[in-house]
Structures are given as C-alpha cells and as structure tokens.
C-alpha cells in the first residue's frame, strides 16, 4: 500500500500546538489592526472630510492615559464631529455586528446546522 500524507495521523505534539497558537495570534493581531485602520478610515470620511492623523488626534485627546502627557491642537469642530457623531455610530455598528453574529451563532447551535 501507498501512504500518503492523508493517511498518516497529524502530530499533536507540542510544537504543532505552538505552531497553531502563533499563527493564531499573528493573524488575530492583523485582523485587529486592519479593524483599527478601517476605524480611522470610517471616522473620518463624510461630509465633511477630516483626515486621518486629525482623527487620531482627536481619539487620543480623548483618552485618558494620552490626554495627561500631551494635547494635540485640532480643530472643535472636527473633535465635535469626529468624538461626538462618527465614533459614537461607528461603535454602535459594531456592536450591532456583534450581537447578530451571536444571534446567527445561537440559531445555528439550536438548529444543529
């Protein structure tokens, strides 16, 4: 008989293991930075353009550790705009994702799908 690598059992040792968990991470660590730069992106397109370093300013005027070391100077009405309405509705599209991909797993486990 021919073996093939089919037909041979998968190693489960400790460096498959590692292997998974790297691979793992590194792809969760894209994932979170792709999610991040689609934030900024998302913050600052609509009617009234602002670019993205200015919508970094202003999240990290807006964050506590940030905002005690140094203050960036932009504009209030971009800070308004940006902190006030773009964040707020980008943060409630997310979180509505997040429930209806709950949603679709909870009617998935009681469908048995």
Known sequence: MCSTSADQPILNNKWTKFNVTRRLSRVTAILL??????????????????PPVEVGKVVANHLPIIRNVSHFAVSSIADEIVWEIRIPRILLGALVGMCLAMAGVALQGLLRN
């Open 33 to 50: 930075l792709v999610l991040l730069a689609t934030v900024i992106l998302s913050a600052g397109i609509g009617t009234v353009y602002i």
